[in-house]
């Protein structure tokens, strides 16, 4: 199954919490992380270390997940959530809770349950059915909360005398349930409304717990937990006179002990569920929660903790003490993950670098391209134009013999009425020819054009010459009068007596195009 078609409801409660395991170390997306669970048989301690070590696509982790896993757990409904009691130990002293041979407690990640599925609605027939003993009981609580109000000793009273001083965590149902981050809002606020301090004298995270665990955990920072109860007459000096104590607020404070302090009212659904499953009897609680590789590679674990009243120094001290005991094993943890962050660092430059060196090779090998596609095209088109002017080559000599044959020959002394044109050449030469009266004016443009193949020896020596199929000729001179300067175009036809007369002298002038002019300024 794809991990984008995946639908994380309907995972078992052990792979959801292998995978929140899994994200709140490697901090990964939920695409990347779920195919590789799949892969290591949902284990989160080998995903990890392939993870860290990078090898899980080189070592293949299923038949080591296969080896290390526990026996598959039966059938569980796909519609049952994860809640606090889920992941609180069933023997306060059995291995689920407690490090292998070392003392320590495994904290748990709690996330809290949506308020909708901690309680299920019952049908309407049963609702119909217990709705007196419901108003009863209604009726009972009022009376009893006014009596309370009243006499405040007594649920104080009736509370040891039931429970004795060690007692459970109790929850008011009454107070509205919000999403984790609101309640921690809102547990700060009343905290400084109830002790008159200013925002930030403590840093509380301003988040919820599941929050704080998962940014202890990636960071290798230390977890101060703290829960209060209001029912328990030692919160309000154990708040002042320890919580708000400057030696307690400075070592909060000091950045060099990495301390994330997070707090809670068991009034409130997600304190309440910490609470439980932490183990609390007696408040005020305060524990320390660090993470422990000497448990497993993903454990979180209490290090020390404190119930009841408690003077500042003597926590501080406890807690100082049990970090010296774990700073060894932390600098250890830290140092690895720098190497492998280096390691990933180093290796993300490599790829980056041989990424630029093919980009510039691929643009290196694109230009080379487009240069030779360019210099192919510049040279068929070269060819091309050496073609065409050699085509129109050919067809101007075969024009000019096919038209020096169809010139009529010059009169004769014997004829009368003929047209005679002095023309001076461009080399310089002046020749004198005459016409007949019904000539036109292109004859006499062919005579020019054609005038170095009219001699006797040409004409009697040249084989017929046909006329070069779709050729036009086009003229490259002009006829032109030199006084008064008049130009007799070819375009314009008409018979030459009747442009020029019977006698001219006329000059030929060259037709200069752009592309001569072109090639004259080249040379």
Not at 345 to 364: F, G, H, M, P
Not at 369 to 382: P, S
Request: charged letters at 30%; hydrophobic letters at 35%; one cysteine or more.
């Amino acid at each position: 199954m794809a991990s984008s078609a995946l639908d994380i409801t309907s995972l078992t409660e052990d792979q959801q919490l292998a995978l929140q395991q899994y994200t709140s170390v490697t901090d990964q997306e939920l695409d990347a992380a779920l195919p590789l669970l799949q892969k290591c048989q949902w284990n989160a301690q080998i995903a990890i270390t392939r993870f860290f070590d990078g090898d899980a696509d080189t070592v293949d982790p299923v038949a080591e997940a296969a080896r290390a896993a526990p026996p598959p757990p039966p059938a569980q409904s796909a519609r049952r959530a994860e809640t606090l009691m889920d992941s609180i130990p069933t023997r306060p002293g059995g291995s689920r809770g407690r490090g292998a041979g070392n003392g320590l407690e495994v904290a748990p990640r709690v996330v809290p349950t949506p308020e909708s599925q901690m309680t299920q609605p019952l049908p309407f027939p049963f609702s119909i059915l217990l709705l007196p003993f419901n108003l009863t009981y209604t009726i009972f609580q009022r009376v009893f909360g006014a009596v309370g109000y009243i006499f405040p000793f007594l649920p104080r009273l009736l509370s040891r005398f039931y429970s004795g001083r060690a007692s459970q965590p109790s929850r008011d149902s009454g107070r509205r349930p919000l999403n984790p981050r609101d309640t921690a809002a809102r547990f700060i606020r009343e905290f400084e409304e109830e002790y008159g301090v200013t925002h930030g004298t403590l840093p509380f995270h301003e988040g919820g717990y599941a929050q704080a665990f998962d940014l202890a955990k990636r960071d290798l920072k230390y977890l101060v937990v703290v829960l209060l109860s209001p029912e328990h007459d030692d919160t309000a000096p154990f708040v002042r006179d320890t919580l708000l104590s400057p030696e307690f607020v400075n070592f909060a404070k000091q950045p060099s002990n990495n301390i994330v302090l997070w707090a809670g009212t068991v009034q409130d659904a997600e304190a309440y569920q910490v609470a439980s499953a932490l183990n609390v009897t007696r408040f005020p609680y305060a524990c320390l929660i660090v993470h422990t590789p000497s448990v497993s590679s993903t454990a979180m674990s209490k290090i020390a903790t404190s119930a009841g009243p408690i003077t500042a120094p003597d926590l501080i001290t406890k807690m100082q003490t049990a970090m010296q005991e774990r700073s060894q094993e932390l600098e250890r943890i830290r140092s690895q993950r720098q190497e492998q962050q280096a390691s990933r660092n180093l290796r993300q430059e490599q790829e980056s670098a041989y990424e630029r060196s093919l980009a510039a090779d691929r643009e290196k090998a694109r230009k080379r391209k487009e240069e030779e596609a360019e210099k192919e095209k510049t040279e068929r088109e070269e060819r091309e134009r050496a073609e065409q002017k050699a085509n129109a080559a050919r067809n101007l000599a075969q024009w000019r013999r096919w038209r020096a044959q169809s010139i009529p020959a010059e009169p004769g002394p014997e004829a009368k009425d003929v047209v005679r044109i002095s023309l001076r050449l461009p080399s310089g030469d002046r020749v004198v020819r005459k016409f007949t009266p019904e000539a036109e004016l292109e004859e006499l443009y062919a005579f020019v054009e054609c005038y170095d193949l009219l001699g006797e020896e040409a004409q009697t020596s040249e084989k017929e010459v046909q006329e070069p199929p779709g050729y036009e000729h086009e003229y490259k001179f002009r006829l032109v009068s030199p006084m008064p300067r008049e130009a007799y175009e070819v375009e314009k036809g008409g018979r030459i007596r009747d442009r020029i007369g019977r006698s001219g002298n006329l000059i030929v002038e060259k037709i200069v195009s752009e592309e001569d002019e072109d090639k004259e300024e080249e040379q």
